[in-house]
């Protein structure tokens, strides 16, 4: 089994910057990505970022592509989305989540389908 721990959520004006952190632990060897999700309550749960931890391979939603970052600590297990240039219309709750199953493909990971393990969430709120 994997548990996976958010933070770094937070309240920010509209233009200014976070970042998440997610903490892998148990069997984190056995993982092959690792990815992002935001939902708005009431509002499907949305893909944001992945990172295929064989291939070294980001992947990020069009929403987010050019604003966000991936970037890992093997050493700490752990995962960061930077967030730059925040939009109100990036307010949600973001999941960590990580997969067990292997995927080559350049758009790997982008389906909630694809993970078997999930964090607790962790709340980002931009004010215009």
């Known amino acids: 089994q994997v548990q996976l721990a958010e933070s770094g959520g937070g309240s920010v004006q509209a233009g200014g910057s976070l970042r998440l952190s997610c903490v892998a632990s148990?069997?984190?060897?056995?993982?092959?990505?690792m990815g992002w999700f935001r939902q708005v309550p009431g509002d499907e749960r949305e893909f944001v970022a992945s990172?295929?931890?064989?291939?070294?391979?980001?992947y990020f939603s069009e929403a987010v592509k050019g604003r966000f970052t991936l970037s890992r600590d093997n050493a700490k297990n752990t995962v960061y989305l930077q967030m730059n240039n925040l939009k109100s219309e990036d307010t949600a709750d973001y999941y960590c989540a990580a997969a067990d199953i292997y995927c080559a493909g350049l758009a790997c990971y982008s389906e909630e389908n694809e993970y078997e393990y999930w964090g607790q969430g962790t709340q980002v709120t931009v004010s215009s």
């Open positions: 990172l295929s931890l064989k291939f070294g391979r980001t």
């Open positions: 148990g069997r984190t060897s056995m993982l092959y990505g």
